[in-house]
């Protein structure tokens, strides 16, 4: 069974801060990594993807990629209250297809 | 552009019910993958349809089906519904089915069990 981990939440940081979120993965064939964003209640929305090591930035958000330890994180810069949501790092998976990998989410909270 | 609809939003079905649920892909789109959403298992695959063909399924039991039409939109059942089946079921639509081809989530329809 292919996993993905995230860290453990809940994260709270206070309103301005460098949010973190880690996630690590068990397929090392992975070619394909994508962050969602889901508010309570709500369904998920895609924020970033990412496919070659390294950073990607996108306004506040970077992704960053290290495909030899299997490794993909998200940073949130200046962060907001209306950054406080569930983050779900998906991991597509190496052979053919379309299926994707899920982790089960790390709830941020951002405190003003 | 409109994003992927779902019907219906909520549903409450009995133990041994069967149940439909519908999803329209973003226009164009022609993958649409299904999801089960519980807060302990997360996120879990359940098929995926390209063409009116399903390519992949997840691990789940055979009570679990569904269908692509021509125009792209899908359906999926669930028959003889046990009350661990309560759980939001998410549909996402990509252009192309493909590991680096980002997907689209709807709403979801929440199913309730009792």
């Known amino acids: ?112 | 552009k409109a994003g992927v609809t779902q019907t219906p939003r909520y549903l409450i079905k009995t133990r041994g019910q069967q149940v439909t649920l519908s999803c329209s892909p973003i226009s164009g789109h022609r993958s649409v993958s299904w999801y089960q959403q519980t807060p302990g298992q997360g996120l879990q695959f359940l098929f995926e349809y390209f063409s009116e063909t399903q390519r992949n399924k997840g691990n789940f039991p055979g009570r679990f089906s569904g269908r692509q039409f021509s125009n792209s939109r899908s359906e999926m059942n669930v028959s003889t519904l046990e009350l661990g089946d309560s759980a939001l079921y998410l549909c996402a639509s990509s252009a192309y089915p493909g590991r680096n081809q980002p997907q689209h989530f709807g709403d979801g329809t929440r199913l309730s069990i009792l």
């Open chain 1, 1 to 112: 069974q292919k996993e993905v981990e995230q860290n453990s939440g809940p994260l709270s940081v206070p309103e301005g801060a460098i949010a973190s979120l880690n996630c690590t993965y068990s397929d090392r064939g992975s070619q394909s990594f994508f962050w969602y964003r889901q508010y309570s209640g709500k369904s998920p929305e895609l924020i970033m993807s990412i496919y070659s090591n390294g950073d990607k930035e996108d306004g506040r958000f970077t992704a960053q990629l290290n495909k030899a330890s299997q490794y993909v994180s998200l940073l949130i810069r200046d962060s907001q209250p209306s950054d406080s949501a569930t983050y779900l790092c998906a991991v597509g998976e190496s052979n053919t297809g379309n299926q994707f990998y899920f982790g089960t989410g790390t709830s941020l909270t951002v405190i003003p």
